[in-house]
């Protein structure tokens, strides 16, 4: 674990091929202002909205970076996973990102980690944390091969039974 932890920004943009992202829980910050719009029925512009995420994805994906999201979900799909669904398409894909779906179900039998991740470059794997509310709560950064290892090997194995955005059907 280091002791100093880069920002995600830093970190993309140290990142010269690739950048996936497991996601592994069924809630995420509950009080995000767009996703409580989205619950009340606005319709939601992704890049209106999140516009940092949508230029930082474009200008990484321009530079000839791969990013790479695999979202391991409960079906049916809690409220937040609904509205990541909803998005997903206008912002992720849009900006340049390959999403993929996959089953907690189809997903039993995967060595996983107990938290959400990054991992840039296969070198340096950056742990998310978040609440019991979904509210995140910090993270750190980690460069010990055995431990990127274990977070690409899960990432990996997860994308190869994942199912494409453009093909996922939400339960």
Request: charged share 30%.
């Amino acid at each position: 674990m280091s002791p100093e932890v880069p920002s995600f920004n830093d970190l993309l943009a140290a990142c010269d091929e690739s950048a996936v992202h497991l996601e592994m829980r069924d809630g995420y910050t509950p009080s995000d202002p767009v996703f409580l719009d989205w619950t009340a029925g606005v319709r939601i512009d992704g890049p209106k909205r999140y516009p940092e995420w949508f230029g930082l994805v474009r200008a990484t994906v321009a530079r000839g970076v791969q990013i790479r999201r695999v979202r391991i979900v409960s079906e049916p799909l809690a409220d937040f996973i609904r509205f990541e669904y909803d998005v997903t398409e206008g912002l992720n894909v849009a900006a340049g990102e390959q999403v993929r779906w996959l089953s907690r179900r189809q997903s039993s039998d995967l060595a996983l980690p107990g938290n959400d991740f990054w991992v840039f470059d296969g070198r340096i794997v950056r742990f998310g944390y978040f609440a019991g509310d979904g509210e995140f709560v910090g993270h750190d950064v980690w460069e010990d091969p055995d431990v990127v290892k274990l977070c690409t090997s899960a990432f990996e194995a997860a994308w190869e039974r994942g199912v494409d955005h453009d093909d996922y059907r939400p339960v």
